[in-house]
């Protein structure tokens, strides 16, 4: 049903990601705005000036975004980590939402924190630092 009401505000090129992506996946109530996505690395210009969306540009390995009917969103354990590095203000609701999103990835903290070690990505202190904390 979540996946579903995404459907209709972002287009097919679009992946949900961050907050949005755990609200989708049921670690957050409400739906924060705007909707945070990612469109990949010079994908989605237009969406880029609607209001609603906050677009970034990440790339994705296999196996890191799923399909939920016409919305592709970020793993469980990819939302994990890019809740980790990339919040600048990782406050009690993204605490709480990793929490409720590692209990969905095999091996838990320990294959998000295997995962960050396995590939040079921006901010990986912080995020090992902040997982420890959740």
């Not at 287009?11 to 705007?34: E, N, Q």
């Not at 990612?38 to 799923?66: K, S």
């Amino acid at each position: 049903m979540r996946a579903a009401t995404l459907e209709q505000l972002c287009s097919p090129s679009l992946a949900a990601v961050l907050a949005t992506a755990a609200w989708v996946w049921g670690a957050r109530r409400a739906l924060d705005r705007p909707v945070e996505v990612a469109g990949g690395r010079g994908g989605a210009a237009a969406e880029r000036f609607d209001p609603g969306l906050r677009v970034r540009d990440l790339r994705f390995d296999a196996g890191e975004l799923h399909q939920f009917g016409g919305l592709r969103v970020s793993t469980p354990a990819r939302t994990v980590s890019d809740l980790l590095r990339l919040r600048e203000d990782f406050g009690a609701p993204d605490r709480a939402a990793c929490r409720l999103l590692l209990r969905l990835v095999p091996g838990g903290a320990a294959e998000v924190a295997a995962s960050l070690a396995r590939r040079p990505v921006p901010h990986r202190r912080r995020a090992l630092e902040r997982l420890g904390d959740v």
